[in-house]
């Protein structure tokens, strides 16, 4: 079992940044890929960014440039640093880890971009 929490949310002026964490805790394996979705109201999940255990990063069209994703595997944790914000930004994030073909999802984290 995997447990994921994330943090960091909030409400931000556009052109403004927030830093969203994710810990991990349970049975991580040493090889795992973490990655953001996000949710907006009335539209689907939608992939946002991705980085693997060796650090190769993938990142949406929609947020390259602005969006940076890491980890810290001693820590378990994975960090999406968002600046330069727009209102279309706006959705609940949420967490996601996979390894040896098992998905875990994080119960999310708002985010709110006013314009």
């Known amino acids: 079992q995997v447990q994921l929490v994330e943090s960091g949310g909030g409400l931000v002026q556009a052109g403004g940044s927030l830093r969203l964490s994710c810990a991990a805790s349970?049975?991580?394996?040493?090889?795992?890929?973490r990655g953001w979705y996000r949710q907006a109201p009335g539209n689907q999940r939608e992939f946002v960014a991705r980085v693997t255990s060796s650090g190769t990063t993938i990142l949406d069209a929609s947020v390259k440039g602005r969006f940076t994703i890491s980890r810290d595997n001693a820590k378990n944790t994975v960090y999406l640093q968002m600046n330069s914000l727009k209102p279309e930004d706006t959705a609940v994030y949420s967490c996601h880890l996979t390894q040896m073909g098992s998905d875990s999802w994080g119960p999310g984290t708002q985010v709110t971009v006013s314009s």
């Open positions: 349970g049975s991580i394996a040493s090889i795992n890929d």
